[in-house]
């Protein structure tokens, strides 16, 4: 009668302690001790087919694999019971159970109150989840009350995230058969649920110039190593982009594939991958725009016939900036004619130029403008980009020599940039003269606008201003060739927005 009182109260405790999410019993008296908790999980991978012992949650589960939950239970009554194991939250559609093991569980009477610790796994498997997340579920411990004695209950919350391989990978950047791109080019690609990232790059088997396929290119195959090992321009790691630290030869065509990993495998390919071709004639830089300041860069080249002139001459231009809205851009034939500068582009305003962040593009006259907006996400202009003013300018000059390029950041706002590297490509092709590419960067803003205070030169004069006089007669002040400037005379007004490249121009 005592005993069936006791378990009475006690299956009302514990009932009530189930209610209440905790583990029973936490007040009972000793002889009514039971308690179990997740010791680990053995979770199997595609990477780890064997089974890896997971301590910590959570706990993944990936699609179409198992894992096991290692349940602990530490048992002090004082008396023998049988302990069933099983689930009292729903597993199903994300899993299943699989087994349990022992089933029932046998716990003898605890001597003299020390615990008896036994252990029990319950196998999951996954179900048919296309989705991934986190899932919290409970499993308790029953005993059976066979003996006679009250049946009690224990609980234990295990996190189980269910984990789906990485969807196929959406190259953003570079896009496919873009021509003219920098040596050292800069990838960006969609992130999903990948925790990290293999990118490979391989030259092409085709590289004729008038056609844009890429035919195969030798790219390692990966199947479950992650790890780049002896592979020639591969790279790891967790950020959905990469910036090439290897140089690329100029003037030829690559494919380039990113696998997405996470625990439960890697991301499938579309059968065709993205190549591009690189441009004729680069000059890596990494040298400095300053916030506010101008930097200049000089570069030689030479024509691979020599003398010849440069028709359909592109300019590519790769610059990590802050803010690409700040940045004017232009080109200068210094030697050994002089011609420009040549405007290729002046502070963007469209759809997200300002604030975008970085410009990975050829200027070309047959791009697109940029007018038309620039991309959400970086790099916030790229591709074939329209200059501002047409390069076909430069198309009588030959394409040996001296080239200057100036990026000016018109805007002391604290963001500023870097020239990764910038690229001349013409139809005759061109190849950098690594011989004679001394770089320039150059004096900061502030000396230039002294420089033209002691002028008596003013501000903004441009092409699309009627700032400058001609005696009394407003005129235009253009950047286009021809070289020397046109006589016109620009007003000393106060500087708003620096405008070297103009002003200098504008010289009366
Ligand atoms: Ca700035």
């Known amino acids: 009668m005592a005993a069936k009182f006791i378990g009475r109260t006690s299956l009302l405790a514990s009932g009530l302690m189930l209610a209440l999410g905790l583990h029973a019993p936490l007040f009972a008296q000793v002889s009514q001790d039971f308690q179990m908790r997740v010791e680990y999980a053995v979770t199997y991978t595609p990477f780890e087919p064997n089974g890896h012992i997971d301590l910590t949650p959570p706990y993944t589960l990936c699609g179409n694999n198992q894992m096991a939950l290692r349940f602990r239970y530490t048992w002090r009554n004082s008396f023998q019971e049988y302990v069933y194991t099983e689930p009292v939250t729903t597993l199903w559609p994300y899993m299943y159970m699989q087994g349990v093991n022992p089933n029932p569980l046998q716990v003898p009477a605890s001597p003299g109150g020390s615990p008896v610790v036994k252990m029990v796994d319950v196998g999951l498997i996954s179900g048919q989840v296309n989705t991934s997340g986190n899932r919290q579920v409970v499993f308790r411990g029953r005993t059976s009350g066979f003996f006679g004695n009250p049946v009690l209950y224990a609980n234990a919350?295990?996190?189980?995230?269910?984990?789906?391989?990485?969807?196929?990978?959406?190259?953003?950047?570079?896009?496919?058969?873009?021509?003219?791109?920098?040596?050292?080019p800069w990838f960006g690609w969609s992130a999903s649920l990948s925790d990290s990232y293999r990118l490979d790059v391989g030259q092409c088997s085709i590289q004729d110039p008038n056609t844009t396929d890429c035919g195969t290119a030798s790219l390692p195959s990966v199947v479950l190593d992650p790890a780049c090992g002896t592979a020639p321009l591969c790279w790891t790691g967790n950020e959905n982009e990469h910036q090439l630290t290897d140089t690329l030869a100029s003037d030829k065509r690559y494919m380039y594939r990113v696998y997405g990993l996470n625990q439960c495998g890697l991301s499938t390919q579309a059968d065709e991958l993205p190549s591009f071709r690189t441009a004729q004639a680069c000059f890596i830089s990494g040298a400095s725009i300053p916030d506010g300041g101008v930097l200049n860069v000089d570069a030689a080249t030479l024509g691979l016939n020599p003398g010849s002139l440069v028709p359909n001459l592109r300019v590519t231009v790769h610059a990590d900036h802050a803010d690409v809205s700040d940045l004017r851009i232009s080109l200068t034939k210094t030697s050994p004619v002089v011609a420009g500068p040549l405007l290729l582009m002046d502070r963007p305003t469209a759809t997200n130029c300002v604030a975008g962040t970085r410009i990975q593009a050829a200027f070309a006259d047959n791009g697109t403008p940029i007018s038309g907006g620039c991309n959400p996400l970086e790099p916030a202009i790229n591709g074939r980009v329209a200059p501002q003013q047409a390069?076909?300018?430069?198309?009588?000059?030959?394409?040996?020599?001296?080239w200057r390029l100036t990026i000016e950041d018109t805007e002391t706002d604290g963001k500023a940039g870097t020239l990764r590297e910038w690229c001349l490509s013409a139809d005759v092709a061109l190849r950098d003269d690594l011989a004679q590419a001394p770089i320039f960067p150059t004096a900061s803003i502030t000396r230039l606008r002294r420089a033209e205070r002691a002028r008596g030169g003013g501000r903004d004069g441009g092409a699309r201003t009627a700032r400058c006089f001609r005696g009394s007669t407003p005129c235009r002040c253009r950047l286009s060739l021809p070289v020397r400037p046109w006589p016109c005379r620009c007003p000393a007004l106060p500087w708003r927005r620096a405008a070297s490249v103009r002003s200098r121009f504008h010289r009366p």
């Open 157 to 184: 919350t295990a996190l189980i995230e269910t984990q789906i391989p990485p969807p196929p990978t959406g190259y953003r950047e570079i896009e496919d058969r873009t021509v003219d791109m920098p040596t050292q």
């Open 391 to 402: 390069l076909a300018s430069f198309a009588p000059l030959q394409g040996e020599g001296t």
